[in-house]
């Protein structure tokens, strides 16, 4: 693995630290152990593998692990698919020709962005007339779920929208974050705080494609990074694409490795 500058190694060690295993364990419907492996199901019926690290471990060994995921897994008819989340700075000998010799296929690598929430924290000029803040009813939910949904061309954008409509109707603690024009919505992004960490993460992030360009997704990022200081968090995290990579950076994140989703499913009975 390439030297790290120091505050890479800083927010890496971080994020290996707090945000691995117990912590990708939100809103999950159940969780199982094996060695070093964590399993969780989410709602729906996907399956996940997390750990914090394989280090030590050789090929052989990794290839029981990986197989025990699938036992595990297998003997749950519940269970629709299997996602393998791989890091980049992992050290797990032959783990990527374990996997595609087990049935999984790696989908497109992700950016792991890590930034100080206090230099993200600025004043940033939007175009008069938008205005930035929470959601606050469920008509704007739906609303900028739909918007989500369009961005994304997310056919099932409604099914997410019922789950976040549960979500706040309990009173998670993940901020819904708006930027409205006359009332439409034009860019919208979560800020979801990790409990017992320093982090809280952004996610679900978009704009409007005739809204890009104009500072609107920064500012955005700014108020949430403003939120999360006085929830006495230290750092802002995100998976990104290539396409958000830029963006994110421009706002004061930092890439520090990558992440690689390996998914199986499962095989029919």
């Not at 890479?8 to 630290?17: G, R, V």
């Not at 940033?124 to 369009?150: H, K, N, S, T």
């Not at 990790?194 to 978009?206: I, K, P, R, S, Y």
């Amino acid at each position: 693995m390439p030297r790290l500058e120091p505050v890479h190694h800083t927010f890496l060690n971080a994020y290996d630290s707090q945000l691995r295993t117990s912590s990708e364990m939100l809103r999950v419907s159940s969780i199982g152990r094996h060695g070093s492996l964590w399993f969780a199901v989410f709602p729906g019926g996907h399956g996940f593998v997390t750990y914090e690290s394989l280090e030590g471990a050789d090929a052989d060994e990794i290839s029981e692990l990986v197989d025990a995921a699938l036992a595990h897994f297998g003997a749950r008819s519940d269970v629709t698919d299997v996602e393998w989340k791989t890091r980049a700075h992992d050290v797990a000998p032959g783990l990527h020709e374990i996997l595609v010799s087990r049935g999984f296929v790696p989908e497109e690598p992700e950016s792991i962005m890590i930034g100080e929430a206090a230099l993200l924290a600025q004043e940033v000029r939007v175009p008069a007339g938008v205005e930035i803040r929470q959601v606050r009813d469920e008509a704007e939910i739906l609303a900028m779920e739909e918007m989500l949904g369009g961005v994304f061309a997310d056919q099932g954008w409604r099914t997410r929208a019922e789950a976040t409509l549960a979500e706040w109707s309990a009173g998670s603690d993940t901020g819904l974050w708006i930027a409205l024009v006359d009332d439409d919505i034009v860019s919208a992004g979560r800020l979801e705080p990790v409990a017992d960490t320093d982090f809280a993460g952004l996610w679900g992030g978009a704009t409007l494609p005739h809204w890009r360009g104009r500072g609107i997704y920064r500012a955005l990022t700014a108020r949430r990074a403003r939120s999360a200081l006085l929830q006495g968090k230290r750092f802002l995290n995100a998976d990104c694409t290539e396409f958000s990579r830029p963006i994110l950076e421009r706002s004061g994140l930092i890439k520090v490795s990558t992440t690689t989703p390996y998914l199986r499913p499962q095989p029919s009975t």
